[in-house]
T-cell receptor, first 113, second 114 residues
Framework: NAGVTQTPKFQVLKTGQSMTLQCAQD?????MSWYRQDPGMGLRLIHY???????DQGEVPNGYNVSRSTTEDFPLRLLSAAPSQTSVYFC????????????FGPGTRLTVL | GEDVEQSLFLSVREGDSSVINCTYT??????LYWYKQEPGAGLQLLTY?????DMKQDQRLTVLLNKKDKHLSLRIADTQTGDSAIYFC??????????????FGKGTKLSVIP
């Protein structure tokens, strides 16, 4: 298993540009989440999905869209990038086992100029 | 809303024990987690504890939970240089599938001095 994969690893955007951060998992997990990590802020939940076709907002959803057309993929879209979205983005998927383990991807480091 | 607090830095000598502390405010927290993040990497689940437990030991790791004070600690015995990383405390009021709604602390950067 590859686990949770994210692409790209690094990205630089100009203000106003759009892009999609890709996330995929091959563990057949139903639950997937997107977090952003900012210095001194820990991780904050952006959006999450409990299954294909179902998404919901987390703590900081503004400026981001998500969709979940398949169990494996959970892309995060920035429609019009802003400098405040400069961050490291982590995708995670969760098993339904007793340990409720969240598996995290390696992250995408995004800079918006 | 929920809040999870941690001290930001901890420095210990190799071979000593490290204790990383965390406090949380949500009394409905059911699951409490410790994650480790090495430089440039994602988060790795180290251990977890249910709110009906006081202590959990897993090899060099000991988790203590004081529900009355809403205080959680992670003790790493015989700390090694490979333990240098950022450690995150996280909580969830949900079991099972709801654990995707984690609230994280800001992380404690552990530096191990050889």
């Amino acid at each position: 298993n590859a686990g949770v994969t994210q692409t790209p690893k690094f990205q630089v955007l100009k203000t106003g540009q759009s892009m999609t951060l890709q996330c995929a998992q091959d563990m057949n997990h139903e639950y997937m989440s997107w977090y952003r990590q900012d210095p001194g802020m820990g991780l904050r939940l952006i959006h999450y999905s409990v299954g294909a076709g179902i998404t919901d907002q987390g703590e900081v959803p503004n400026g981001y869209n998500v969709s979940r057309s398949t169990t494996e993929d959970f892309p995060l879209r920035l429609l019009s990038a802003a400098p405040s979205q400069t961050s490291v983005y982590f995708c995670a998927s969760t098993s339904k086992g007793v340990t409720d383990t969240q598996y995290f991807g390696p992250g995408t480091r995004l800079t918006v100029l | 809303g929920e809040d999870v607090e941690q001290s930001l830095f901890l420095s210990v000598r190799e071979g000593d024990s490290s204790v990383i502390n965390c406090t949380y405010t949500d009394s409905s927290s059911t699951y409490l987690y410790w994650y480790k993040q090495e430089p440039g990497a994602g988060l790795q689940l180290l251990t977890y504890i249910f709110s009906n437990m006081d202590m959990k030991q897993d090899q060099r790791l000991t988790v203590l939970l004081n529900k009355k004070d809403k205080h959680l600690s992670l003790r790493i015995a015989d700390t090694q240089t490979g333990d240098s990383a950022i450690y995150f405390c996280a909580e969830s009021p949900y079991s099972g599938a709801g654990s995707y709604q984690l609230t994280f602390g800001k992380g404690t950067k552990l530096s191990v001095i050889p």
